[in-house]
């Protein structure tokens, strides 16, 4: 079965720096877009990064400039690297595999949180 599980989660100060990781298994990662998105504490899910399978990206306005989207096939990894973070990026941030070539419905990761203090 389709399993993701994230990690690097934390609480750092406003100008820090994280990294996240998203460890895949249950498809073959290689042929299937993944994305992390972010839930801030009463708000709605929201779109941080998505990279293709072959290696398009998108981000959000938001943290454009600041974070960085990978994947490394042979480790079926997905990573976000966030730099310069902000007490606004302060969430749960969620790995998604969505549905596709390859999966058959949208899956989830449990989330990590993310503290960012001022």
């Known amino acids: 079965q389709v399993q993701l599980v994230e990690s690097g989660g934390g609480s750092v100060q406003a100008g820090g720096s994280l990294r996240l990781s998203c460890r895949a298994s249950?498809?073959?990662?290689?042929?299937?877009?993944m994305g992390w998105y972010r839930q801030p504490p009463g708000k709605q899910r929201e779109l941080v990064a998505t990279?293709?399978?072959?290696?398009?990206?998108n981000y959000a306005d938001s943290v454009k400039g600041r974070f960085t989207i990978s994947r490394d096939n042979a480790a079926n990894t997905v990573y976000l690297q966030m730099n310069s973070l902000k007490p606004e990026d302060t969430a749960v941030y969620l790995c998604?595999?969505?549905?596709?070539?390859?999966?058959?419905?949208?899956?989830w990761g449990q989330g990590t949180q993310v503290t960012v203090s001022s």
């Open positions: 998604n595999a969505p549905k596709g070539l390859v999966v058959r419905y949208d899956y």
């Open positions: 990279i293709s399978s072959g290696g398009g990206i």
């Open positions: 249950g498809f073959i990662f290689r042929l299937n877009a």
